[in-house]
């Protein structure tokens, strides 16, 4: 905002209100610069952790599927044999 704009915004709006405005537009390019300087590189770096982090859940979710199909398949196993046993015992 330059100096023009700023005098035509007092003359308009009345001063007290003009220097309102400027003050909220000064905060708000500040944060604005902060966030791109400073946490914008925190989140884009959190994004790419979480975007890795969801990439192994799949392959850990497909891994512990793997393991309950073999651990039901043996315990079906044994369920036979016991079964089998039973019938021959009894």
């Known amino acids: 905002m330059d100096l023009a704009t700023m005098g035509s915004l007092v003359g308009s709006v009345g001063f007290p209100i003009a220097i309102a405005l400027i003050v909220i537009y000064a905060v708000y390019r500040g944060f604005k610069a902060l966030c791109d300087k400073f946490f914008k590189p925190i ?40 079964d089998r046993i039973m019938e021959k015992l009894g």
């Open 43 to 82: 989140l884009d770096e959190f994004l790419k952790s979480l975007s890795t982090i969801t990439e192994d859940n799949k392959i850990l979710a497909q891994t512990n599927a793997s393991f309950v199909g073999n651990v039901n398949t043996k315990m079906n196993d044994i369920e036979d044999k016991v």
